[in-house]
């Protein structure tokens, strides 16, 4: 019975997700399972249960809070990530900043120790966010530029888009086939 609440807040929000307009595969090409979009996942290299009901609370409090807390563009030295989209990373920083959303372009792997992160695009295929001190703020998007960042078998390869969920973020994304920046 004290779950029945938290529940109905957590159907809402799907409820909610799921009316938004959606990407027409066919349109732009896409392969189906090419891409992961997550809020919680599992199995593999995922979530406990508990954990993973915990962050969609989470985000559900979140939901229209407008965190103050930075969006960081990491223009890391990986040229196989970052370089293809570098040439993004300013624009979307600056239309981000115009929109009232702080938002930063700085060259490293990872936020710096201590700041609020309320969005990141990461530029490396492995890296560890815990031992980087930044602070995910609840309601926050994060993702990195890899090839196999959303495959959660066991043994995958590359840090998963899991850590950010672990770390608090309300959603990641992430490659499940090599995409071919």
């Known amino acids: 019975e004290g779950t029945r609440p938290v ?11 799921a009316s938004g307009a959606t990407p ?77 959303v702080k938002a930063e372009v700085i060259e490293d792997i990872l936020p710096p120790s201590g700041a609020p992160v309320i969005g990141a695009m990461i530029g490396a295929s492995d890296f560890d966010w815990a031992k980087g001190g930044a602070k995910i703020l609840p309601g926050a998007w994060c993702d990195h530029l890899t090839s196999w960042s959303g495959a959660m078998q066991p043994g995958g390869g590359q840090t998963p888009i899991t850590v950010y969920l672990q770390a608090g973020a309300s959603g990641s994304g992430g490659a499940v086939h090599e995409p071919m920046n």
Do not use: Y
Request: with cysteine; net charge positive; glycine share 12%.
């Open 24 to 100: 027409r595969r066919a349109a732009v090409g896409w392969d189906s399972g090419r891409l992961a979009m997550v809020l919680a996942v599992t199995c593999g290299r995922g979530q406990a249960i508990d954990e993973a009901v915990a962050g969609l609370v989470g985000s559900v409090h979140a939901d229209g809070t407008r965190p103050a807390g930075t969006v960081w563009f990491m223009a890391s030295k990986d040229d196989a990530r970052t370089g293809p989209r570098l040439w993004a990373f300013q624009g979307a920083a600056t239309a981000l900043n115009a929109a009232g």
């Open 7 to 17: 529940l109905v807040e957590i159907q809402a929000l799907v409820v909610r997700l």
